[in-house]
């Protein structure tokens, strides 16, 4: 941890197991079905990861802006990802601005998908169809508009085949 931070400056999730805020049930709430409220702990980490550097910070910043940018353009045209991107976008965040991190994490909309591939890597069942059904739909149109010969459209069919592959090897996130 930087010397120059102490416990307090930072979310109680990243303050270690010896803060009674850390655990799910404290003594004062055993047997009542309540939890204390945390802060998300999705965000405890971030602030190790944000460089010194104003210049490197800027720089993730803008791609982490960037990056939202083209997820919201992928969240309205179909042929366009839109969840790699807002990947990417928390990657940055978690670099730059903890606060838009959280803000991504906590996004009413695209926040589930975001913590269930930063906690454990995973894509939902809905998630990996419809990450599917876009790559053989952008295939398609591809195929449809460029009339590609044969071997530009055997590479690009088997990037989307990777690309598929690998989506519907990840878990699916825990129930």
Known sequence: MD??????????AARGAADPACSAVTPATAGQGKVP?????DVAA??????????????????GFLF??????GAVLPVMPTTIFLILAAWCMARSSPRMEAWLLNHPTFG????????????????????????TAGYVIFWLSV???WPLATVVGMFMAACAAYVLSRPAPPV
């Not at 939202?68 to 353009?73: A, T």
């Not at 913590?115 to 169809?129: F, L, T």
């Open 3 to 12: 010397p120059s931070h102490s416990q307090d400056d930072l979310p109680s």
């Open 46 to 63: 971030t602030h190790r990861l944000v460089p010194e550097s104003r210049l490197a910070r800027a720089c993730y910043l803008v791609l």
């Open 147 to 149: 009339r590609p010969q």
């Open 112 to 135: 589930p998908t975001l913590r269930d591939w930063q906690r454990n890597g995973a894509i939902s069942r809905k998630g990996k169809a419809l990450a599917c059904t876009g790559m």
């Open 37 to 41: 409220p945390q802060d998300p702990p």
């Open 68 to 73: 939202i940018g083209l997820g919201l353009i």
